[in-house]
C-alpha cells in the first residue's frame, strides 16, 4: 500500500469513528458531519443575510464605517451588533465546514471518476472563500484591519504582478480614501457572489442536493451561533492609524492565519505552500486509484421510459430521449463519465421484479457485475439450500454491516453493491419461496457511499417510494438494519431478534402462500 493510501484510510478511520461516535446523540440525519456540505451552504445563507442587513445600515466611507460599526456593536448590539457577531462567527464556522468536506472527500476517495467535476470545481471555491473573508476584517478598518491589509499586500508584493509595491498605500494616512473603501466593498460583495455561483456549478450535477441540513440542525447551529453572538460578541479594535504601528491583537486563527504564518516563515515559503497545495489538490485524481466499476446498462426492449431511474440516480447520469423503437415512449440514457456503478436505478426499474415467469430476467436497466437476473438464480439457490426451524435471508449491502459470517444451514446471505439496487419485490420473494423471515441491511442514515442508497430502500420498504413493497407482506417477518461495517455485532442481535420473533409467533397464520415460477410462460 502507498504512502498516500495509508494516509487516505488512516484518516478515512478517523471520519468513520467520530461520525459513528456522533450519530448516538444526533442521529444519522441530523449528525453535523455527515452533511457537511450543507451545513457549509446553510452557514453560507447566514452570512450572506447578515452581510445584507449590515451593508445597508452602515454608513459609507473609510472613516465613517468604523464609527458605524461600533455604533451597531455598542449601542444597537441588540440586533444590529448580534447580526455582526453572527456575520463573524458563521464566516469561521463556514472555513472550518469547508476544510472539513475536503478532508472527509479526500479520505473517502470521492476525488475521482464520476465525482472528478465536483472535486475540481470545488478547490477555486477554497481561494474565493479566503479571498473573502480577508476582505471583509479590512471593511472595519482598525488596527487588525491596517495590519491584515499591509501584511497581505506585502505578500502580493512578491509575486511579480505589480509595476510598484502596493504595499506604500499603506505607509501614510493620505494614501487613503474613500474610494479605497469602496474597492473593499467590490471586493468583500463581489468575490461572494462569485462564489455562491461556483458553488452552484460545484453541485450542478449532483441529484436530490441537501441545500440545507434538517431543520433541527439548522436551529441548533443559529442558537449555538447566537448564544456565542451574545456572550462573546464580535468588537472592533482601536481604529487604524497609519501613523503607528499596531499593538498585539486577537488574531482570527479560521481566517487570518496566513499572516502569522508569513510571519514566522517568508512570502516566499506562503505562495509555495498555498500554490503547492492547490497543484497538489488538482494532481490527486490522477493519482493511483480503484478501476471503476461497469456502468449500468440500458435495455431498449425491456425500458419502457417510465423515469424512475432518472429520478432515483443520486448522480444524475441517468436522462430520458425518446425511444428509437417505440414512438411516443422514451428512453433512459446513462452517461458513462457520470454513472457511479451503484445499481440503485437497477432497484427502481419496474421490470426488475423477480416474479417475471420468463427463464432469463431481462431488466430495463441492469449492472453487468450483478444483473437482476443473477440475482435471482442467486436467491433461488440459497432457498433451496435453506434448512432447520426458522429459515432466515440476509440481503447485505457490501459497504455496510458484513453479513457474510452469519451464512449458515437456516441463514442465507446475499450481499449487494448497495442495498439501494434491491427491488422490494425479492423480499417477498425470498418469503414466498421458503424463507421464514428477510433482513435487509443499509448503510446509517445520512452514510450511504452513494449518497441515498439506505433512504431509497428504507422509502421502499416502508411503501412510501416506487417500486415499494406490498402492503401483502407481513412487516413481523421483516427486519431493516440501518449499520455501518462497524455494526456486524449489531447484523447478528437483528437476525436473532427476528427469529426470535418468528418463533414466538405460534401458529404461522402469517406466512405467504409458496410461489412456483414457470419457465414457460413470459410474464
Known sequence: MSFHAALRNG??????????AFDSPFGGQDNPLRHLGAMGLYLLWIVVGSGLYLYTVLDTGIDAVYHSIGYLSNEQWYLGGVLRSLHRYASDGFMLV??????????YGRYYGFRLYSWMTGIPLIWLAYIAGIGGYWIVWDELAQLSATATTELLDWLPIFSEPSAR???SPSAISDRFFTVLIFIHLGVPL??????????????????LPTRRVMLATAAALTLLALFRPALSNPPADLASVPGELAFDWFILFIHPLTDLTSPAIVWSLLFGLTALLFALPLLPHPKAQPIAVVDPANCTGCDRCHVDCPYAAISMAPHPGRPGYQLAIVDADLCASCGICAGSCPSSTPFRRRETLITGIDM??????????????ALAQLAGRTRIVVFSCARGAQGSPLAGADTAVIELIC????????????????????????????GCDFRLGERWTSERLLGDREPHLRPSVPPSRLQLLLGSAHDSGALVAAVAELRTRIETLGVATDRLPPYLRSASHHA
Open 98 to 107: 469547508m476544510m472539513l468536506h475536503l478532508l472527509r472527500e479526500w479520505s
Open 419 to 446: 442495498t439501494g439496487m434491491l427491488p422490494p419485490a425479492f423480499v417477498e420473494y425470498a418469503l414466498r419461496g421458503g424463507a421464514d423471515g428477510v433482513v435487509v441491511t443499509a448503510c446509517r442514515g445520512g
Open 169 to 171: 498605500n499603506f505607509m
Open 368 to 381: 453487468p457485475q450483478l444483473p437482476v437476473n443473477a440475482l435471482r438464480q442467486q436467491l433461488e439457490q
Open 194 to 211: 462569485l462564489l455562491i455561483l461556483g458553488l452552484w456549478a460545484h453541485v450542478h450535477r449532483v441529484a436530490h442536493v441537501d441545500y
Open 11 to 20: 484518516t478515512k478511520s478517523v471520519f468513520l469513528r467520530v461520525e459513528e
